[in-house]
């Protein structure tokens, strides 16, 4: 059992930067992935990154590589998203979820914070 708290979001320009942050608790955090997920007013969830447990992996969706970075911290029971190079499209609620392995599929994850507000002016 996971319990986690996305912080970081708020009101940044075209081409500014971010750092979301997810807080994690529980006793076996190290043993989950966790993913990155956004959602747009009125659009599904979607797929932004993910990492494993053990940070040997990591996914990026096509609209983020490069620009967004994911990394956790086992230690701190932390993960990071930096976001670089934001743009207008990156509006949403953000969300880290964890699950047992990493996956592109929202569904996969058992446990999911209650997101935070990313807006993006242009």
């Known amino acids: 059992q996971v319990q986690l708290v996305e912080s970081g979001g708020g009101l940044v320009q075209a081409g500014g930067s971010l750092r979301l942050s997810c807080a994690a608790s529980?006793?076996?955090?190290?043993?989950?992935?966790v993913g990155w997920f956004r959602q747009g007013s009125g659009k599904d969830r979607d797929f932004v990154s993910a990492?494993?447990?053990?940070?040997?992996?990591?996914r990026y969706a096509d609209s983020v590589k490069g620009r967004f970075t994911i990394t956790r911290d086992n230690a701190k029971k932390m993960v990071y998203l930096r976001m670089n190079s934001v743009k207008p499209e990156d509006t949403a609620v953000y969300f880290c979820?964890?699950?047992?392995?990493?996956?592109?599929?929202?569904?996969?994850?058992?446990?999911w914070g209650q997101g935070t507000q990313v807006t993006v002016s242009s």
């Open positions: 979820a964890a699950g047992v392995s990493l996956h592109e599929r929202s569904n996969w994850y058992s446990w």
């Open positions: 990492v494993s447990w053990n940070s040997e992996f990591t």
């Open positions: 529980g006793r076996s955090f190290s043993d989950y992935a």
